[in-house]
């Protein structure tokens, strides 16, 4: 079945450690996206790419990095810059097309940072 | 700027009542975007519909509903005959121009549905 995986669900980590988020989506999109949902929040977005080699910046880029070397995966690394890493992330993707198109969740990885 | 308001935090309604989740938007584009995404207990979010800001239909998909009124920039979403498994934060969302196509989401609502 086509769909976006992340992984893991849940992810542990000591303060001042880089953690790596993984994504991958056999869906065939363009873009993929990641966000950050806090407690009683909305979406917020860390970062988006429309094409391999290519990302850009999103509301809330500080503290994270990104890479797509293969349009399938879109991992996302959260440094120790980052100063209050503990939320529940959550990766996206979608087509290209003229308009802004509906995006396809993951379930999303939901880190603790201690 | 753009913004998105869902007033309503959480609602409680009983089991077969129908319910409207409010959502308010701001945008200075004539041609934007709206959406709505269910996230159940889960987590993951499910797209639920999109809509174009010249498409002022109302849009009815099973015991969903949409009321698009570019007059109050709102466009709220009614569950009719609400059941259990509706239970679930709805978020509410927007995209124009000048976010290169990125989506803009609101606070979200938690719905409740009591057996």
């Known amino acids: 079945d086509g769909g976006i995986t992340q992984s893991p669900k849940y992810l542990f980590r000591k303060e001042g450690q880089n953690v790596t988020l993984s994504c991958e989506q056999n869906l065939n999109h363009d873009a993929m996206y990641w966000y950050r949902q806090d407690p009683g929040q909305g979406l917020r977005l860390i970062y988006y790419?429309?094409?391999?080699?290519?990302?850009q910046k999103g509301d809330i880029a500080e503290g994270y990095s990104v890479s797509r070397e293969k349009k399938e995966s879109f991992p996302l690394t959260v440094t120790s810059a980052q100063k209050n890493p503990t939320a529940f992330y959550l990766c996206?993707?979608?087509?290209?097309?003229?308009?802004?198109?509906?995006?396809?969740f993951g379930p999303g990885t939901r880190l603790t940072v201690t | 700027a753009q913004k998105v308001t869902q007033a309503q935090t959480e609602i409680s309604v009983v089991e077969k009542e129908d319910v409207t989740l409010d959502c308010v938007y701001e945008?200075?584009?004539?041609?934007?975007?709206l959406f709505w995404y269910k996230q159940p207990p889960s987590g993951e979010l499910v797209f639920l519909i999109r809509?174009?800001?010249?498409?002022?239909q109302n849009e009815i998909s099973g015991r969903y509903s949409w009321n698009f009124q570019k007059s109050t920039s709102s466009f709220n979403f009614t569950i009719t005959a609400s059941q259990v498994v509706d239970s679930a934060v709805y978020f509410c969302?927007?995209?124009?121009?000048?976010?290169?196509?990125?989506?803009?989401f609101g606070k979200g609502t938690r719905l409740h549905i009591l057996p």
């Open positions: 790419s429309q094409i391999v080699n290519d990302f």
């Open positions: 996206a993707s979608s087509i290209i097309r003229t308009g802004p198109m509906e995006q396809y």
């Open positions: 945008t200075r584009d004539t041609t934007y975007y």
């Open positions: 969302a927007l995209s124009d121009s000048n976010r290169d196509d990125k989506i803009i």
């Open positions: 809509r174009n800001s010249f498409d002022e």
